[in-house]
Structures are given as structure tokens and as C-alpha cells.
């Protein structure tokens, strides 16, 4: 008897790691009776609670659903806004898969005050947890009965097999959600004086404005555009803001590109989907020593600094221009590795965790 099981999370947009991620279900609706549940249905944030926490949960109630599978959320906000549909899932026992992005369920499970019982009344009634590498099981220790298991990201169909030309020129790609805890500040601290000290490299700046908890939009937005303008007045032709970017000049601009520079300190930070693309494209990646980052790029992949160090940033890009044999090497290992994060092998780990009885 086949199963009905429906997929619950945001589409893009906005883009984001998880929205992108979420999307790649919309293939599995192929195999069997699964349907996808958007929860980012229209631009306006309270449409979408209201059609969460009232249209969603009467459709369970009223519907024979054998599994959910939901992106689980690390904030007080956001767990509200899944409660009604969880609680009823819970009541009709249906099959709960929970999809962890994010490096802070643990945290916030510690520090939920009043919400920690609901929390735990959930989580306790949860079958499966995925998470994205071995080091993240240790998100769910206040669960021991829940079966835990790893499936990492993946990178789209448009990003396998390209053809990389070697050596690349001496440019150097920003490519994240503009946010002042993605570092992007301090990324543009650092191109002044990488601009300055060698003339023939050229930086790509590409990603859309969004808050985060340390500035709103409109700041990190004014203050981005306040540095920015003064490297394009001294170096017009060097660095180029391009927006939000998608399709073939995203992959354009990583196959450009030598190092993917990621500096960031997100708090929720765990296995960006842009440092596999920026992989899959032949670039060394240069991140920080922030949550599992170490885990996942090695020497071998790049080098990882300190957060919120402008100073490394210039360090380890001169490091990397300056051994071009070294460089190779490391473009060549990441080209290499990213074949193991293909769209076809993450779907079929998905579809076996979720079909399985």
C-alpha cells in the first residue's frame, strides 16, 4: 500500500541555504504520493503564520497522512508557529522525519524556558532526525531514542560535471546572503588592502540584503554600500557588486572565481551549500573556525580563520595567490570531492530514510 507523506518547509525565495535545500524535494514528488507543503506561500511573513498555524494543521487533522517530514525550528518564534501542526501529528501518531539545518537546536532547546517541556513533548514523539554530518548528532543528545541519521547537502544538476579551465585568474568570490554575521564586512575590510597590494585581482561581490541579529536590512544595506563605494571609486575595475544572482551567471561567476571567501560568523551556521558549489567549481575555500566549519574544509579544501579577523582574510588569500602549485592542488581536491555531494545520491538517502517503515 503506498504512503501518503508530506514535505513541509519554505521554497525559495528568499534563497537561502534550507529554502534551496527544500526545493531539491520537489523531485522526490515524482516517486510516490508525497506532497509538498509550502510555508513561504506569499512575500508577506503573517499570511504565512496564519496559513501555518490554521490551514496546515485542519489539513492534517482532516487527512490520512502516514508520514511528516519538517525543517524542525531553533527559535521561539518559529516553534510556535509549528506547534499546532506538530501537536496534531503527535495526537494521530503520524511518523515524524525532523531535517536539522542549522547549528543551534541543542542551544536552544537549553535555553527555551517554559517553551523546553513542549519542546521536549515533541521531540520525544519525533522517529527520525536527519542532520547534515556525524559531528551534528550530537544536537539531539537530550533525545536518545531518536533515530539519528547523516545525509549532507547536496549541489544542484547545473553545478555537476562543468568543464573548469586551470589556472584560473586572481579573482576572488563573496557569493552568501548579505549579512553582517556572514562577514561581510570584514570582507570588505580586507579587499581595500588586497585591492591595494596587487593589482591584478579582482573581486565579485553577489547575494541579497537580510537582517540578522546584529544589524536590520536597511543597516547592513547603507553600511555595505558605504564601503563598497569607496573601493569601486579607487579600484572601478576590480570589484563588481552584482546583486542576488541565479542560473548561469552564478555558475559563471564561481567557475570565474579562484577562492570562495566565506567569513562568517553566523550563529546558525553548519554546512553552507555555498562552499560545496564554490567545490564543484574549482575554488579553495577560505571560512572560519565557526561551529562544524572545521569539520568540513580542511587544508586540503583551504584554510579557516578566526571570526570577524580582517587581517587573516588578507593572509590567507596572499598565501594561496602566492603558491599557485598549492592552489592547484587544492582546486583540484575540491573538484574532486564535490562529486560525492551530488543532487541524484542526497535524493536517494532522503527517499530511503523517508520511505522506509
Not at 503506498?2 to 522526490?28: D, R, V
Not at 572565481?257 to 567549481?281: C, D, Q, R
Amino acid at each position: 500500500m503506498t504512503k501518503k507523506i508530506i514535505f513541509i518547509g519554505p521554497l525559495p525565495p528568499p534563497i537561502t541555504g534550507q529554502s534551496i535545500s527544500f526545493s531539491y524535494l520537489t523531485k522526490l514528488t515524482q516517486k510516490g504520493r508525497f506532497k509538498m507543503y509550502n510555508t513561504n506561500k506569499t512575500t508577506f511573513n503573517f499570511f504565512n503564520y496564519l496559513d501555518s498555524i490554521f490551514y496546515l494543521p485542519i489539513y492534517i487533522l482532516f487527512n490520512k497522512i502516514d508520514s511528516i517530514y519538517f525543517l524542525g525550528s531553533r527559535s521561539k518564534f518559529g516553534l510556535l508557529r509549528q506547534l499546532p501542526f506538530l501537536a496534531i501529528a503527535v495526537l494521530k501518531r503520524i511518523k515524524l522525519i525532523n531535517h536539522l539545518h542549522g547549528a543551534d537546536f541543542k542551544e536552544f532547546h537549553k535555553k527555551a524556558g517554559i517553551l523546553k517541556s513542549i519542546i521536549e513533548s515533541i521531540y520525544n514523539n519525533v522517529d527520525t532526525s536527519i542532520v547534515l554530518l556525524e559531528e551534528m548528532k550530537d544536537q539531539f543528545i537530550a533525545f536518545p531514542k531518536m533515530k539519528l541519521e547523516v545525509v549532507p547537502n547536496a549541489i544542484s544538476k547545473e553545478l555537476e560535471n562543468l568543464d573548469i579551465v586551470f589556472p584560473k585568474e586572481k579573482r576572488i568570490l563573496f557569493l552568501s546572503n548579505i549579512m553582517a554575521s556572514k562577514g561581510i564586512i570584514e570582507f570588505l575590510t580586507a579587499s581595500k588592502q588586497l585591492l591595494k597590494d596587487d593589482h591584478s585581482i579582482r573581486i565579485d561581490i553577489a547575494g541579497d540584503f537580510i537582517s540578522d541579529n546584529y544589524m536590520t536590512k536597511n543597516q547592513i544595506k547603507k553600511k555595505f554600500f558605504v564601503l563598497f563605494k569607496d573601493l569601486k571609486d579607487s579600484f572601478p575595475e576590480r570589484i563588481f557588486y552584482h546583486g542576488p544572482v541565479s542560473g548561469t551567471k552564478k555558475v559563471d561567476l564561481l567557475k570565474a572565481s579562484s577562492i570562495f571567501v566565506l567569513p562568517t560568523y553566523y550563529p546558525t551556521e553548519a554546512y553552507p551549500i555555498s562552499i560545496l558549489e564554490a567545490m564543484a567549481t574549482g575554488n579553495a575555500i577560505i571560512t572560519t573556525k565557526h561551529n562544524y566549519l572545521e569539520k568540513i574544509i580542511s587544508e586540503k579544501q583551504g584554510t579557516t580563520i578566526e571570526i570577524k579577523n580582517h587581517n587573516e582574510i588578507i593572509r590567507s588569500v596572499k598565501r594561496l595567490f602566492k603558491d599557485q602549485q598549492t592552489m592547484q592542488e587544492i582546486q583540484n581536491n575540491n573538484l574532486l570531492l564535490s562529486k560525492s555531494f551530488k543532487l541524484e545520491n542526497h535524493l536517494n538517502q532522503l527517499y530511503r530514510i523517508i520511505k522506509n517503515d
